[in-house]
């Protein structure tokens, strides 16, 4: 979990922060197949046009002034009839209650609540749309999966560098796995949020996350299972690879990846022996493809009562990391580069970028 969401905000005697077109409040809800996460952001509007083409924002244009995360398991069960369950539809509503209440606290400018593949997916996703309208006053919007691309790449867009001409930026959701290959300009307008100009060249949506592959496949340790999802999810993208040229990118040196989700956050944190998760020592580093080799493989073979006792991984994660860290070993056999960009961003961040380019238009 990201130190965003590590605050306990208390709810009540708490006076709004105001939002006026100099300093507007905006907000943004991803509704995953795994976890609900919030972000308020105050901005200021000078201090974006000024500062924001850094790769990390001064606070004076950008603070997180409220965060929130719950892992919900909207996706659970999901696979084996494509619907949402009462008890996960449930789960989802008291986590989109909780951010209610916490927008209530704030004057808003703007917010975008989204719902991913698990929504996606279920043929009764308007039963969650419905109440959260209903009962909460909030509008959640089921994006595809070019939408979550492009704002999971936006989020994660300040860890691109200039150095290289192409990148790769990947995300490891609960229910589907996304990667964005783009195309890096050292000439070209730059954006607010953007560190480098891009265009993107192609994308692709895998079907397996960590919650519904972990209920395909289930959580054992046998290496004749792990070696079996790790060969479905690398046919999977050799297609993708193929058809860009991307080996022929890596060959020569002109390759960068970077890596955003839970499973790839955790991974980092374990490698950097965490007794508790750190989010400035874990966003932004980069971890040798060796190094990650060794942190999988020590994932892989560890029993569930192992996984339980490092305080890296986390109760909510114990399982999901073991089928993340064999959708992470696919991806990093596909791509053969050397090192991989940790980012702890995505999606929430995406949305936010959006929102201050409508704030600087205003």
């Known amino acids: 979990m990201s130190e965003y969401d590590a605050q306990n905000t208390h709810l009540e005697g708490v006076r709004p922060l105001e939002c006026d077109s ?34 990390r924002p001064k606070p004076l244009a950008w603070k ?69 309208k209903n009962e909460l006053n909030l509008d959640i919007e089921i994006i595809d999966s070019e939408e979550e691309a492009s704002l999971a790449l936006k989020g994660c867009s300040a860890m691109l560098s200039s150095h290289l001409p192409y990148g790769i930026v990947f995300d490891i959701g609960g229910g589907s796995t996304e990667i964005i290959l783009v195309k890096l ?33 289930g959580t054992n340790n046998e290496t004749e299972g792990h070696e079996k999802l790790q060969n479905i999810i690398l046919n999977e993208l050799k297609e993708f690879v193929s058809k860009n040229n991307i080996l022929e990118f890596i060959k020569n040196n002109e390759l960068q990846v970077t890596g955003s989700s839970g499973t790839v956050t955790t991974l980092a944190a374990f490698h950097l022996g965490l007794a508790q998760y750190e989010r400035r020592l874990v966003d932004g580093m ?64 995406g949305i936010l970028i959006d929102l201050m380019l409508e704030v600087i238009r205003m």
């Open 22 to 55: 100099h300093h507007p409040i905006i907000a943004a809800i991803d509704l995953g197949t795994n976890s609900c996460r919030l972000l308020v952001a105050r901005v200021n509007v000078a201090g974006i046009r000024t500062n924001y083409f850094r790769s």
């Open 64 to 132: 997180v002034v409220d965060s929130f995360a719950k892992v919900v398991r909207l996706g659970e069960g999901l696979h084996s009839n494509n619907e949402l369950s009462i008890e996960a539809t449930d789960r989802a509503m008291d986590a989109l209650a909780i951010c209610r209440k916490k927008l209530d606290r704030y004057n808003l400018h703007s917010i975008r609540a989204v719902a991913t593949e698990a929504c996606r997916r279920a043929t009764n996703n308007h039963i969650l749309v419905a109440r959260a």
């Open 185 to 217: 300009k050292k000439d070209g307008k730059r954006r607010p949020g953007y560190s480098v100009p891009f265009d993107i060249i192609d994308s692709i949506s895998i079907p397996y996350g960590v919650v519904t592959t972990s209920e395909e496949f």
């Open 286 to 349: 980069t971890i040798d493809y060796n190094d990650l080799y060794t942190v999988i493989n020590k994932i892989l073979s560890m029993t569930r009562e192992e996984r339980l006792l490092q305080s890296s991984i986390g109760f909510g994660r114990v399982d999901y990391v073991l089928t993340g860290s064999n959708i992470l070993k696919a991806i990093c056999d596909a791509l053969p580069v050397k090192s991989m960009r940790i980012a702890d961003r995505g999606v929430r961040e």
